[in-house]
């Protein structure tokens, strides 16, 4: 029986480690093939690997990387932007970010945020939603201990500490929450966007016969404020608005 049960155990291991081992194969593959300077099918593969077995920041950033030495600066971008909505300090994706960006033609000039408010995005966006969820969780349970603390303390001063110390505890987890929710809001509906066309005019209404309003490049990040049929309406960083075809966007 116990030699029964233990070939059971042994078939159910290997049958839930095949997934692991067919995926750790694919990577392999799709690195070699981007190592020999193969980018076109070490891209197609990354792609493959994606939509069958799931997203991965490691993978968006491989396949930024591919699309990179490609050439395809909006893709790149895409995809290292993925990447980092999926491991905010994710910094080699980063910083490949930041060298794709500079070879879009457009020089939007932003517009500046207060400085506190950009401390707070900032700070928002270190992180993933699940992470501030677990902050704000593992918060909550450390004011819980000091309100125990405060009530049950053998001294006026031991109350008192446990109790200032409790109260900012409980500001630190609400504000993770806070945090998690508009994280998680972002993370399920993006409504940050990459040109992916190599040159898109910008229209005044959502239409061909509208006004021409300004041209955005390949690899211009955009924020879409509404759609209509087969149109959206982008704002750029200094706060022009228009519309384009929404084919010609990718979101991210």
């Known amino acids: 029986m116990k030699r029964l049960i233990s070939n059971i155990i042994l078939i159910i291991t290997l ?23 193969n980018f076109h099918a070490a891209a197609e593969q990354y792609e493959k690997i994606l939509k069958n ?36 300090r994710f910094e080699d994706a980063r910083f490949n970010l930041q060298l794709a960006q500079q070879k879009v033609l457009d020089n939007v000039n932003y517009n500046q945020q207060f400085f506190i408010q950009r401390w707070i995005t900032n700070l928002m966006h270190m992180f993933t939603s699940n992470q501030w969820f677990t902050a704000g969780y593992l918060f909550f349970l450390a004011a819980l201990i000091f309100a ?30 806070i945090f998690s929710g508009i994280r998680k809001n972002e993370e399920t509906n993006s409504l940050q966007a990459i040109i992916m066309t190599g040159v898109v005019t910008v229209k005044s209404s959502p239409d061909d016969s509208g006004t021409d309003l300004f041209q955005l490049h390949e690899g ?25 075809e929404s084919k010609s966007i990718e979101k991210i």
Do not use: C, H
Not at 73 to 88: D, F, T, V
Not at 149 to 171: E, W
């Open 15 to 37: 049958l839930a480690s095949l997934p692991l081992s067919a995926q750790s194969d694919a990577i392999k593959y799709a690195n070699d093939l981007y190592a020999k300077g």
């Open 53 to 88: 077995e799931g997203v991965a920041p490691e993978l968006y950033y491989n396949l930024g990387n591919a699309y990179y030495k490609m050439n395809e600066i909006g893709l790149a971008i895409l995809n290292y932007e993925r990447a980092l909505k999926l491991s905010p």
């Open 148 to 177: 125990f603390l405060f009530a049950f303390g053998s001294s006026v001063r031991q109350r008192k500490n446990s109790f200032y110390i409790g109260i900012v505890l409980l500001l630190f987890a609400v504000t993770s929450i």
């Open 220 to 244: 211009t990040k955009v924020t879409i404020k509404s759609t209509l049929g087969d149109w959206a309406e982008i704002k750029i960083g200094n706060g022009n608005v228009g519309w384009v």
